[in-house]
């Protein structure tokens, strides 16, 4: 039996999978970890990142040993995913220089702005170049020690590797990629802006090599497995596919990386990501343009927020529990909330609500500022607010929906995953009235991106060659449900929308003012 190790550093947790040659999940581990603000920016311990490596990487281990008898020794292939995006940036000693900055950020806005005029291509707040050029405009010292930089993925794949290297989805999240590399024009035109300013440099150096699917990116060196195994076990020697973000390894995780496929994401953040035909006629601030991990073009719709602030009313709603001498399992409540959710009115009582824990660039909003709103001859019940929760957990995705339609992006399947779509049918249901399409959800969906990092590890491992032909045949019947909201629910979503849109000034407002 083959051993293929997928390890993905996402917002919430740390988690590695084992699989075998036919992808099945033969053991896990997680490590929870959250991030902070530090200096008024979201940010990481990069401490604790190892920290969340070693713990995941043992319980998976113990779980391995536990399930076939003996120790796990050996790997065959591993791949390492992370929160896409961000900045992490190093001197030549490989210090870091500055506080790991995280996608949430919204501290880039003048800088994201000048680039995308320059460059003529949207550039978002959180991709690295955005960050570096901020730090630039913000006169931090640090810009003129940077040697190199890299995403988590990338410098967590580095520290087991020696290599810096990124999967061709990941790198076009650090700057735009075009053919396969770094665009040059566009990078020829930001080193003669970075020398306008004092700065000089090659930005093209700074960044890591990027790697199609399926290329050998290394293997596993001696200090990575004491890194990963501090016990010992754990041989060198496996070989590593091209580390990428989550977006990434999304797509591979649901089949969706042919043109006119589709995958949404919802968890801590949500966004939906289509493989494009052809490119877009234009440019817009709502709409990112990445790689899938083989080379197409994609269109992304990212918002900062989705799952966190449902996270909060259930852990409320179980003291709430606990105190009336009936504690709950929190799954069984994330259940049942759910589902009270199908009860709600067809206006949804007229309540409406905004989860910006973090800044939300959808919606204009800078800063975080949690808000829930009712019509004074609304209807407050459990259910309403239930359903105006995880309404709202997608309604700033949708506001960049409709850009898509007027490019007439085509959409043949969509398939959802993340921790929204754990109770049955209900995500899918409200996921499907925002999109005005079927939305699929496969068994394996909850495995998530250390699943689909495993698969490109096992896809390298395997030798490469076509990556659709490979999860066509991973994914051969693969047990799935399919959901298409009714034209009720549809129209239960667009009254909720037509509130959530008039109560935005409000929200942009609070977001301002505390």
């Known amino acids: 039996m083959k051993k293929i190790l997928g390890i993905e550093f996402g917002s919430t947790r740390i988690k590695a999978v084992l699989t075998d040659e036919n992808a099945a999940v033969t053991a896990q581990g997680a490590f929870e970890w959250e991030n902070s ?3 008024g920016l979201w940010s990481y311990d990069m401490n604790d990142a190892v920290k969340g490596l070693r713990a995941s990487y043992g319980e998976l281990a113990e779980n391995y040993e536990k399930k076939f008898g003996e120790p796990l020794t050996r790997v065959d292939a591993i791949g390492i995913s992370g929160m896409m995006h961000g900045y992490l940036a190093f001197d030549g000693n490989g210090r870091l220089l500055a506080p790991f900055r995280t996608w949430r950020n919204t501290n880039a806005k003048a800088a994201a702005e000048e680039l ?3 460059f003529g291509f949207h550039i978002p707040m959180r991709w690295s170049v955005s960050q570096f050029y901020q730090s630039v405009l913000d006169g931090l010292d640090h810009v003129h020690d940077v040697a190199h930089l890299n995403t988590l993925a990338g410098y967590v794949h580095s520290l087991l590797t020696g290599r810096r290297v990124l999967g061709l989805c990941e790198a076009s999240g650090m700057f735009p990629v075009s053919g396969g590399e770094y665009d040059a024009a566009m990078l020829g035109k930001f080193n003669s802006l970075l020398r306008s300013k004092g700065v000089a440099c090659d930005f093209g150096a700074l960044l890591p090599e990027v790697l199609p699917a399926g290329a050998a990116a290394g293997v596993l ?3 990575g497995a004491r890194l990963i195994d501090p016990s010992g076990r754990l041989e060198p020697g496996a070989v590593l596919c091209p580390p990428e973000g989550d977006m990434g390894t999304g797509m591979v995780a649901t089949n969706s990386i042919a043109p006119r496929t589709a995958n949404v994401s919802s968890g801590t953040s949500a966004n939906i990501c289509i493989v494009l035909e ?8 709502e709409i990112d343009i990445l790689n899938t991990p083989d080379g197409h073009p994609t269109a992304l719709v990212h918002t ?3 799952t966190s602030e449902i ?9 709430v529990a606990a105190l009336c001498g009936a504690p709950t399992d929190k799954g069984e409540l994330f259940t049942k909330l759910f589902r009270k959710s199908l009860e709600s009115d067809g206006d949804v009582g007229g309540v409406t609500c905004y989860n910006y824990l973090a800044g939300e660039p959808m919606a204009g909003t800078a800063n975080g500022a949690l808000m829930t709103l009712r019509r004074p001859d609304g209807n407050m019940t459990l259910a309403n607010f239930m359903q105006a929760q995880i309404y709202t957990a997608l309604a700033a995705l949708a506001l960049g929906i409709g850009i898509l339609d007027r490019e007439n992006v085509k959409i043949d399947s969509v398939t959802g995953h993340g921790g929204f779509y754990k109770t049955e049918f209900v995500g899918q249901n409200a996921t499907s ?4 399409a079927p939305v699929t959800v496969m068994k394996n969906a909850g495995e998530g991106g250390a699943w689909g990092v495993a698969l490109l590890a096992l896809f390298t491992e395997t030798g490469g060659g076509s990556l659709p032909a490979f999860l066509e045949k991973v994914f051969a019947g693969t047990e799935k449900t399919t959901v298409s909201a009714s034209e009720d629910e549809k129209a239960k979503f667009q009254r909720f929308m037509r509130l959530y849109k008039a109560g935005l000034a409000a929200e942009k407002l609070a977001s301002e003012s505390i």
């Open 116 to 118: 995308t005029r320059l």
């Open 304 to 306: 900062n927020n989705c």
């Open 37 to 39: 603000l530090v200096g």
């Open 433 to 436: 009235a925002v999109l005005g």
């Open 278 to 285: 052809k490119p877009l006629k234009n440019y817009y601030e």
């Open 221 to 223: 060196t001696e200090e």
């Open 311 to 319: 996270n909060e009313w259930v852990n409320m709603f179980g003291e």
